[in-house]
């Protein structure tokens, strides 16, 4: 299993940005696809995730009405848009497979996080 | 939301030390947690799910307990490679919430 993730890099402040998350070695629409930050020094933080089979979003409250999630299933590729950037925005941001065993939930493969600096 | 709250914050410890790191949620969340580990610059590894459920792959001195609100992470005889950061995680429903952190240094 891998995920191969890309992104801009640097962005303006009031600018989008878009990560990209590329699956392979697996079957890309069997399991939902999560994304989760981690600004510098910080935690990781949850943003949301997605069900590449159906397309179906569930988001942070925090991020409501700024994030859009996405997929391509022909390429089996993930996207992550963010809307509205300031600094706060600046962090690694990693996208990682949900598995389920048992019914327990956790994130058992990740991309290698992708570091997006919000500057002007 | 369901906040994880982990302790201590960072700790010291030797090689061979037995190391254990606390996590509360703060509502019941039965056996729902998982548990992570951070390595500076890398992606977050899978430990533990459910847990005490030990993910593939990972070494046997790393063991998870708990259930309802109270849960731990124990390291048995820290190994040089041990040195990071360690993240519980609450997977009992979203937005799936992680504690702040827990980082070991020598």
């Known amino acids: 299993v891998q995920l191969v993730q890309s992104g801009p890099g640097v962005e303006k402040p009031g600018a989008s940005m878009k990560v990209s998350c590329k699956a392979s070695?697996?079957?890309?629409?069997?399991?939902?696809l999560h994304w989760v930050r981690q600004a510098p020094g910080q935690g990781l933080e949850w943003m949301g995730r997605?069900?590449?089979?159906?397309?179906?979003?569930e988001y942070a409250q925090k991020f409501q009405g700024r994030v859009t999630m996405t997929r391509d299933t022909s390429s089996s590729t993930a996207y992550m848009e963010l809307t509205s950037l300031t600094s706060d925005d600046s962090a690694v941001y990693f996208c990682?497979?949900?598995?389920?065993?048992?019914?327990?939930?956790?994130?058992?493969?990740w991309g290698q996080g992708a570091l997006v600096t919000v500057s002007s | 939301d369901i906040q994880m709250t982990q302790s201590p914050s960072s700790l010291s410890a030797s090689v061979g030390d037995r190391v254990i790191i606390t996590c509360r949620a703060s509502?019941?969340?039965?056996?729902?947690v998982n548990w992570y580990q951070q390595i500076p610059g890398k992606a977050p590894r899978l430990l533990i799910y459910g847990a005490s459920s030990l993910q593939s792959g990972v070494p046997s001195r790393f063991s998870g307990s708990g259930s309802g609100t109270d849960f731990t992470l124990t390291i048995s005889s820290l190994q040089p490679e041990d040195f990071a950061t360690y993240y519980c995680q609450q997977s009992y429903g979203a937005p799936y919430t992680f504690g702040q952190g827990a980082k070991v240094e020598i």
């Open positions: 509502e019941r969340i039965r056996n729902y």
């Open positions: 070695e697996y079957i890309f629409i069997d399991y939902y």
């Open positions: 997605i069900n590449p089979h159906s397309g179906a979003t």
């Open positions: 990682a497979r949900a598995h389920l065993i048992s019914a327990f939930y956790h994130f058992d493969y």
